[in-house]
């Protein structure tokens, strides 16, 4: 039994470190990496940053693997006040920015505001969400279905 309590006593600090690594520069870090994996037009390595969890459920599943898909949508917003939704075509955009980050893990709010021109002259900002995965790692997470 007392050994037992030292390896959950152990784990807990482990999983408690590992959280208190992750910061607002984590988080700029995570989504310039990504937005560099996207514009290099890496479809494919643009997935190593999403939660595998809801990869599996999203991509996999429900959009039956159609990363590019699964990309946009996940990049999708609106602009001018919210009166036009926007699903970006990906060889269109002409650049991402991170405009603001959030690392605060006590409300589990993780997220990049990233700002997206598109080569036609659209601008909008996007929040990119992230979690920490059961593995301690901190991903993207979007909706599912």
């Given at each position: 039994?007392?050994?037992?309590?030292?390896?959950?006593?152990?784990l807990s600090a482990a999983i408690c470190c590992n959280a208190q690594k992750y910061t607002t520069?984590?988080?700029?870090?995570?989504?310039?990496?990504?937005?560099?994996?996207?514009?290099?037009?890496?479809?494919?390595?643009?997935?190593?940053?999403?939660?595998?969890?809801?990869?599996?459920?999203?991509?996999?599943?429900?959009?039956?693997?159609?990363?590019?898909?699964?990309?946009?949508?996940?990049?999708?917003?609106?602009?001018?006040?919210?009166?036009?939704?926007?699903?970006?075509?990906?060889?269109?955009?002409?650049?991402?920015?991170?405009?603001?980050?959030?690392?605060?893990?006590?409300?589990?709010?993780?997220?990049?505001?990233?700002?997206?021109?598109?080569?036609y002259g659209v601008k909008y900002t996007v929040k990119l969400e992230m979690r920490i995965t059961?593995?301690?790692?901190?991903?993207?997470?979007?909706?599912?279905?």
């Open positions: 039994m007392r050994k037992l309590i030292v390896i959950i006593a152990l520069a984590t988080v700029k870090n995570i989504t310039n990496s990504f937005i560099a994996t996207l514009l290099s037009g890496d479809l494919q390595g643009t997935l190593e940053f999403f939660d595998p969890n809801y990869v599996a459920d999203q991509h996999d599943n429900f959009l039956e693997g159609r990363t590019e898909q699964f990309v946009a949508e996940f990049l999708a917003g609106s602009y001018k006040k919210g009166y036009y939704f926007i699903t970006p075509q990906l060889n269109r955009i002409k650049s991402m920015k991170v405009k603001k980050t959030c690392c605060n893990l006590e409300k589990d709010e993780i997220y990049a505001n990233v700002e997206i021109l598109m080569d059961e593995y301690g790692d901190m991903r993207f997470i979007g909706a599912v279905g």
